[in-house]
T-cell receptor, first 114, second 112 residues
Framework: DTAVSQTPKYLVTQMGNDKSIKCEQN?????MYWYKQDSKKFLKIMFS???????INETVPNRFSPKSPDKAHLNLHINSLELGDSAVYFC?????????????FGEGSRLTVL | GDSVTQMEGPVTLSEEAFLTINCTYT??????LFWYVQYPGEGLQLLLK?????DKGSNKGFEATYRKETTSFHLEKGSVQVSDSAVYFC???????????FGAGTRLFVKA
């Protein structure tokens, strides 16, 4: 039973389109994240939600909009896709603020914008 | 702000060689320190962690010691295997914080 699952695993789309990636965790964690990994493997945090409340919102274009309908789900919607959005997007979760903060990652969603 | 610096790769070793991947950090206070590993086509998974100075984290033959005096958390393994080929990330998380900051990753290739 997968702990953190994200769909789809692969997206190939044209510039200007809108796409969404969904993430679900069954670990009972309070906090969920979106990370972007570029072609050089560099990982950058984008957003984080704790108990459905947005707590981290890094310098990300407002074409990216996260949404957390409940503690177990965190989705990412991207409008007007650009070539530079091509990357692997990872969802992760962790226990709350008082814990040591080990992250559990999904397998990633590889987005290719043509 | 907080940051993590790790040695650039790729690192190429023969099977059974000794591995060291250097990691240093900058942070206020006493962060928790982590090593994550990413195998090809997969997400990251925790390899080991240490939450206070002089703690040693260990797992699968890998180990790292939290050195506050040198702000370092170097990863070591005495004898690498081909199956250890992966990208290794050093990371820190401030106590009580939500943000985990990652180093740039070090790719390891192990040849048979």
């Amino acid at each position: 039973d997968t702990a953190v699952s994200q769909t789809p695993k692969y997206l190939v789309t044209q510039m200007g389109n809108d796409k969404s990636i969904k993430c679900e965790q069954n670990l009972g964690h309070d906090t969920m994240y979106w990370y972007k990994q570029d072609s050089k493997k560099f990982l950058k945090i984008m957003f984080s939600y704790n108990n459905k409340e947005l707590i981290i919102n890094e310098t990300v274009p407002n074409r990216f909009s996260p949404k957390s309908p409940d503690k177990a789900h965190l989705n990412l919607h991207i409008n007007s896709l650009e070539l530079g959005d091509s990357a692997v997007y990872f969802c992760a979760s962790s226990l709350g603020q008082g814990e040591t903060g080990e992250l559990f990652f999904g397998e990633g969603s590889r987005l290719t914008v043509l | 702000g907080d940051s993590v610096t790790q040695m650039e790769g790729p690192v190429t070793l023969s099977e059974e060689a000794f591995l060291t991947i250097n990691c240093t950090y900058t942070a206020t206070g006493y962060p928790s320190l982590f090593w994550y590993v990413q195998y090809p086509g997969e997400g990251l998974q925790l390899l080991l962690k240490a939450t206070k100075a002089d703690d040693k984290g260990s797992n699968k033959g890998f180990e790292a010691t939290y050195r506050k005096e040198t702000t370092s958390f170097h990863l070591e393994k005495g004898s690498v295997q081909v199956s250890d080929s992966a990208v290794y990330f050093c990371a820190l998380r401030a106590t009580g914080g939500f943000k985990t900051i990652f180093g740039a990753g070090t790719r390891l290739f192990v040849k048979a």
